[in-house]
């Protein structure tokens, strides 16, 4: 049932997409063509669309870090350094680069070290422990006085602006889904790439 279910869905997002080829503006009637190299068929227009929405989304969710950070803190820092400093703190426990780095799904380590001397200078969270394997690093009080008062910026201004929209919890909840999904696709084409790229 649920099968049958998810099958209309994709066939209905065919037709969609096939429409969305066709569509005509209301200014001169002149056909709007999303097809291009990335996008020939009207499938690969969804996906196309799809991913140029991650991207928008990507660089506006980072901005939004960035500002939101910016308005309980002097130091300035990306989103993937604001998103670092939050997986720290997450459940109150340390964390080593290996937990940060597959907590956040990266593999540029050189990057996370950078941005953990970063977070560590602007006194928002420490190093503790020695050696290859016993390295942590954990919020400071001040970590957690910023990460406290992100929490409540957050609340008022980014939660507040969505739970005006009906019903849209559901739909965070299916886009969630989705995401993860569509995670664990790129990992395996990214493998299968990686594996068989020719020199």
Same mark, same amino acid.
């Given at each position: 049932m649920g099968l049958a279910v998810e099958d209309t869905a994709w066939q209905g997002a065919g037709v969609m997409a096939e429409k969305?080829?066709?569509?005509?503006?209301d200014t001169g009637g002149q056909a709007l063509d999303y097809r291009w190299h990335l996008a020939e068929t009207a499938g690969e227009v969804e996906v196309t669309e799809l991913e140029f929405a991650l991207m928008r989304a990507f660089e506006g969710f980072g901005r939004w870090q960035?500002?939101?950070?910016?308005? $309980?803190?002097?130091? +300035?820092?990306?989103? +993937?350094?604001?998103?670092?400093?939050?997986?720290? /703190?997450m459940h109150d426990r340390p964390k080593s680069i290996k937990e940060l780095a597959r907590l956040a799904n990266r593999d540029d380590v050189p990057n996370i070290q950078y941005? #953990?001397?970063? &977070?560590?200078?602007?006194? &928002? $969270?420490?190093?503790?422990?020695a050696g290859r394997s016993g390295v942590s690093?954990? $919020?400071t009080?001040?970590? !957690?006085?910023v990460t406290d008062d992100y929490g409540a910026l957050r /609340? !008022?201004?980014?939660?507040a602006e969505l739970g005006n929209l009906p019903g849209f919890s559901t739909r965070l909840a299916e886009a969630a889904?989705? #995401?993860? $999904?569509?995670?664990?696709?790129?990992?395996?084409?990214?493998?299968?790439?990686?594996?068989? !790229? /020719?020199?």
């Open positions: 969305k080829v066709q569509t005509q503006n960035s500002e939101c950070l910016a308005g $309980v803190c002097q130091m +300035p820092a990306s989103g +993937p350094e604001n998103a670092l400093l939050h997986i720290i /703190r941005s #953990l001397r970063k &977070l560590i200078g602007g006194g &928002l $969270v420490v190093r503790k422990g690093y954990e $919020v009080d001040e970590g !957690r006085r /609340r !008022r201004l980014l939660l889904r989705v #995401l993860n $999904v569509l995670t664990g696709i790129y990992e395996e084409v990214a493998r299968v790439a990686a594996t068989h !790229r /020719r020199a």
